[in-house]
């Protein structure tokens, strides 16, 4: 089984030693958020791939609309330069009302998604690039430096951050892979594969061709396994009061959905938070996320496996080191 790990650290000064590590302990790819206005995940990426040497790095997810297509290129370029074929672009649209909050609100994100690909895959292939959309409109742009004067091309994999399925769908069509969600159920993992494979039929290409990971959440305390679901179960609560995607496909009620939603402000407090997970049952927690003892983590996360999971994300919960370590040192046991 593949690993991948999602960064919890917050100062970039940290990403070091979690990077080393994860390489270590033979991990794919060490997978850097930038969602809410918390850290820039260019800043801890490329601090994490000067500093390793195998494993690779990817962004899990930029917004795609705080960068221009030429910009996001030329991150992807530039990192790509310091660590040749060690890097992977992760893009997706920011969550309401956070991206309207920024001014970004964007009403055809599947639209805007497509266009800016499709740009950016031409741009990463040396060419210059013209392009008029809804969402894109540039005019023959294309790297400028000594060395792009014989048209490199720069093959960075990119990656749709798709939690919809019509995004999935687009997913097959134009990208390497999608890094999907976490916090839903192994049966929405095995449909949204089911239409990774729509969209990669419709353009005649295989599935080999795309990967599929996906984050999850997980949490391990072998002496009181409740505690890593009252993890769990606390981030589960904020995202179902904050993200609209989480809410619609996790498996809550319209009933636990209220009961959270009637507490929560935004931001919300870690009081409400707290005060909210009443709502919200074990048997919920447990269903879309991998937590509990070691063995019934492994056994959660070898279930989004069977649905198609590629590679399963770690996003630790509770006690973030314990978690990794336990589950890394379960899956090298198993071979």
């Known amino acids: 089984m593949k690993l991948g790990l999602m960064s919890g650290i917050d100062h970039p000064r940290d990403i070091i030693d979690q990077a080393q590590w994860a390489e270590d302990q033979g991990f794919e790819t060490v997978w850097v958020g930038e969602g809410r206005l918390t850290r820039n995940a260019v800043v801890h990426m490329t601090l994490a791939a000067a500093n390793t040497e195998r494993i690779t790095i990817g962004s899990g997810i930029f917004p795609f609309r705080t960068r221009s297509v030429g910009l996001l290129g030329m991150t992807a370029r530039t990192l790509d330069d310091m660590v040749p074929g060690r890097i992977k672009l992760g893009l997706g649209a920011w969550w309401e009302p956070l991206a309207t909050r920024n001014g970004l609100h964007t009403a055809k994100p599947r639209t805007a998604m497509k266009e800016i690909i499709l740009a950016l895959k031409d741009l990463l292939d040396g060419k210059s ?48 892979g999608a890094l999907m969600d976490f916090l839903v159920p192994p049966e929405y993992t095995a449909l949204s594969v089911d239409h990774i494979k729509i969209g990669a039929d419709r353009m005649g290409r295989s599935m080999d061709e795309i990967d599929c990971p996906q984050l999850l959440g997980v949490a391990v305390d072998d002496d009181n396994p409740q505690a890593a679901v009252d993890a769990c179960k606390k981030f589960l609560t904020q995202y179902i009061g904050q993200q609209p995607h989480i809410t ?47 063995s019934e983590t492994i056994e959660r996360i070898e279930a989004f496996v069977a649905a198609g999971c590629t590679e399963p994300v770690l996003t630790p919960l509770g006690d973030y080191q314990g978690t990794v370590e336990k589950i890394a040192g379960a899956v090298r046991q198993r071979g």
């Open 248 to 294: 619609e496909n996790c498996g809550a009620t319209e009933e636990q959905i209220a009961g959270v939603k009637s507490v929560m402000g935004w931001p919300a407090t870690q009081e409400q938070i707290e005060a909210a997970m009443q709502f919200i049952p074990d048997e919920l927690v447990r269903d879309v996320c991998c937590c509990g003892t070691t």
């Open 129 to 176: 690039v013209t392009y008029q959309g809804e969402y894109v409109d540039i005019d023959q742009i294309k790297f400028d430096t000594p060395e792009d004067d014989d048209n490199p091309s720069y093959p960075v994999p990119i990656y749709i951050g798709a939690v919809r399925l019509r995004m999935m769908e687009l997913v097959g069509e134009v990208a390497d």
